[in-house]
């Protein structure tokens, strides 16, 4: 498989501030790619989507950025807040499965 | 969003016995179902991908007649670990997909797998 089982990476920010993830893939043929936010015990939740023929999408208070060329997508949350606190993955979709990337550890600190 | 049940949700067995994990969609037909298995602060990792009425696809390294997965119907799919022990213990998930290759994907809240 593609998925990675590393360790977090953790992110710490202040309250109010804006949080950048970024995360690597590894398939130059994925074509599909999702952010999603998984809090402690629980499943994954979906954030935002992204499609290849695209650069950048934006939600409420997040926005993805692709860049292709070097197989880079990004996570931006605007004024962060501590129901932000958690894990953020990427998946990208190859074929007919997603993979996840390694994750994002979010804190958020009051 | 689609909404995605897993039960149960906590489970404790006994070294040697079977556990199954049931996945359904609440509110739309999944026609591809993956499950996933996860160790504490780690990535999610797939284990397999089930369509409809055909036999599971397993990822390398993941052993079939370990981990049974059956996708009898629309918006039922179960994961049996057969005979556990204890390195089987995980957080496991689920996710289904309603339609297109490109579709997302919508996931359950986890079972949480304790051998003892």
């Known amino acids: 498989g593609e998925s990675v089982g590393l360790h977090l990476p953790t992110l710490s920010v202040q309250e109010g501030d804006n949080s950048i993830i970024n995360c690597a893939y590894s398939?130059?043929?994925?074509?599909?790619f999702i952010w999603y936010k998984q809090e402690s015990g629980k499943g994954p939740q979906f954030i935002i989507d992204?499609?290849?023929?695209?650069d950048k999408r934006q939600g409420q208070r997040v926005t993805v950025l692709l860049n292709k060329t070097v197989k880079h997508l990004s996570l931006q949350i605007a004024a962060t807040q501590p129901g932000d606190s958690a894990v953020y993955f990427c998946?990208?979709?190859?074929?007919?499965?997603?993979?996840f990337g390694t994750g994002t550890s979010l804190t958020v600190i009051p | 969003g689609a909404v995605v049940s897993q039960h149960p949700s906590r489970v404790i067995c006994k070294s040697g016995t079977s556990v199954k994990i049931e996945c359904r969609s609440l509110?739309?037909?999944?026609?591809?179902m993956f499950w996933y298995r996860q160790f504490p602060k780690q990535s999610l990792m797939l284990m397999a991908t089930?369509?409809?009425?055909?036999?599971?696809?397993?990822e390398q390294g993941v052993e079939k007649d370990k981990f049974l997965i059956n996708h009898a119907s629309l918006t039922l799919s179960t994961l049996t670990v057969t005979s556990a022990h204890p390195e089987d213990s995980s957080f496991y998930i689920c996710?289904?997909?309603?339609?297109?290759?490109?579709?997302?994907?919508?996931f359950g809240p986890g079972t949480r797998l304790l051998v003892l």
């Open positions: 996710s289904a997909r309603e339609g297109a290759p490109r579709g997302t994907q919508y």
């Open positions: 398939n130059s043929a994925s074509d599909y």
């Open positions: 992204i499609r290849s023929n695209m």
């Open positions: 998946a990208e979709n190859t074929g007919n499965q997603f993979y």
């Open positions: 509110d739309f037909q999944a026609t591809t």
């Open positions: 089930s369509n409809e009425g055909s036999k599971a696809t397993y």
